[in-house]
């Protein structure tokens, strides 16, 4: 069964520091994997992506995530974080096997400081 | 132009009493989805379908049942509602096939149970 663990509760930075949040997943087979974010009272909004190809993925807002296989991790970064950055950020697994849903783990909360 | 919306986007209500939430995307998806978050914010899918057909069905209790009347709409109606079924209800959609485009999230109908 596939399944996604997000370690951190909270993740805190200052302003203008880099950002990293931690994912890992487990699937039979090779995963589909992605960061979506959700601000308060707002549905989730869709970040970047990895279904094959270029390990580093760079997606909306100015994050990028690594696709590391064989640490079976997907943490998201940004070189410079910003107030607006946060947010409550889900990482999500799907199999590659049709007609699976798209799993979630249970979420990071990012502040970022001024 | 609000792609995927839900209605309501409020509902509070008694114990034992029955209630639906509405879903229509106007993105031209064949897919459909239907996800809880509890109050940690743990999201849990519930029902997938796929141009009206059903594909997934996780372990949901029996009192909710899931309608598409056509692929731009997925309703959720609920039966007996508990105290448990308090939540946010986001509807989701996303093009289907082999490799999983992203899901595109509704706002989100918040259901308290009193």
């Known amino acids: 069964a596939q399944s996604v663990a997000q370690p951190e509760d909270q993740v805190n930075v200052a302003e203008g520091n880099p950002l990293t949040v931690k994912c890992t997943y487990s699937?039979?087979?090779?995963?589909?994997l992605f960061w979506y974010v959700q601000y308060p009272n707002r549905g989730l909004q869709f970040l970047l992506k990895y279904i094959t190809g270029d390990n580093l993925v760079k997606g909306s807002y100015g994050f990028e995530a690594e696709f590391n296989k064989s640490q079976t991790s997907f943490h998201l970064k940004k070189p410079s974080a910003l107030v607006s950055d946060s947010a409550l950020y889900f990482c999500a697994v799907r199999e590659e096997q049709a007609g699976t849903a798209l799993i979630f783990g249970k979420g990071t909360t990012l502040s970022v400081s001024s | 132009d609000t792609a995927v919306s839900q209605t309501p986007k409020y509902l509070v209500t008694q114990m034992g009493n029955d209630k639906s939430i509405k879903c229509e995307q106007n993105?031209?998806?064949?897919?459909m989805y239907w996800y809880k978050q509890d109050s940690k914010k743990f999201l849990k899918i519930m029902f997938s379908?796929?141009?009206?057909?059903?594909?997934i069905n996780e372990t949901v209790p029996n009192r909710f049942s899931p309608k598409s009347p056509d692929k731009a709409h997925l309703n959720l109606h609920i039966n007996s509602l508990e105290l448990g079924d308090s939540a946010v209800y986001f509807c989701?959609?996303?093009?289907?096939?082999?490799?999983?485009?992203?899901?595109?999230f509704g706002e989100g109908s918040r259901l308290t149970v009193l």
């Open positions: 379908y796929n141009n009206k057909e059903l594909i």
């Open positions: 989701a959609s996303s093009l289907p096939g082999t490799v999983p485009g992203e899901l595109f």
């Open positions: 699937v039979s087979g090779n995963p589909y």
């Open positions: 993105l031209g998806h064949d897919t």
